[in-house]
């Protein structure tokens, strides 16, 4: 039996937008820095930023100072359930798609369930890597007393600030910028 052309185009089509899907990059750590961008050393007074290892929601283990070795990190505290948290993710997005090769982001849910926070990643378009910290230890070390909150590492480790109740993408924007020298 012949299929006429118009249903192995459509058959085509579908297979490459579901391959294009599945090939969407969630959760990747940067590469290299590029060439050329280079970082602000961080003012003599700030503090060390806590050392960090969470493990991401995909099983694997991330080590942040090793990752504050080569880049800035920002850490986005979130809970699925925050409002806050969602409205604020949209802007964090359009930082993130900015500066995804320089700076490493991170997300940090405390007391979502592993299930909803899969749900709240997918829904909210976050590409970056994202952890779960059921016992509350990276939101004592970090000091969050509710969600959200953003701080930024410097390259090297310095606690440079952060963002009680969130940040908006320009002042994220802005600030990240104020880090790199190109």
């Known amino acids: 039996m012949r299929r006429p052309v118009s249903a192995l185009l459509m058959a085509g089509l ?3 937008f579901l391959a294009g899907c599945a090939a969407t990059p969630r959760g990747r750590l940067p590469g290299p820095v590029p060439s050329g961008v280079e970082f602000r050393p961080a003012p003599d007074d700030a ?3 806590p050392a960090l290892t969470v493990e991401l929601t995909d099983g694997t283990t991330l080590d942040l100072a090793e990752q504050w070795d080569e880049r800035p990190v920002a850490l986005v505290f979130f809970e699925t359930w925050c ?3 969602a409205d604020q993710q949209g802007p964090i997005n359009d930082v993130v798609d900015e500066y ?8 940090v849910a405390n007391l979502s369930e592993p299930a909803d ?3 709240y990643v997918e829904e909210n378009d976050i590409t970056y890597p994202v952890a779960a910290d059921p016992t509350g230890d990276a ?3 970090y000091a969050v007393a509710e969600a959200p909150l953003v701080a930024l590492v410097s390259k090297g ?3 440079l600030r952060g963002w009680p109740e969130g940040v908006t993408g320009q002042e994220l924007s802005t600030t990240i910028a104020d880090l790199a020298v190109r």
């Open 100 to 107: 995804e090769d320089e700076v490493l982001f991170v997300g």
């Open 83 to 85: 409002t806050r948290c």
């Open 47 to 49: 503090p060390p930023a």
């Open 157 to 159: 480790g310095s606690l």
């Open 117 to 119: 926070v899969a749900a």
């Open 139 to 141: 939101w004592l070390m």
């Open 14 to 16: 579908v297979a490459g």
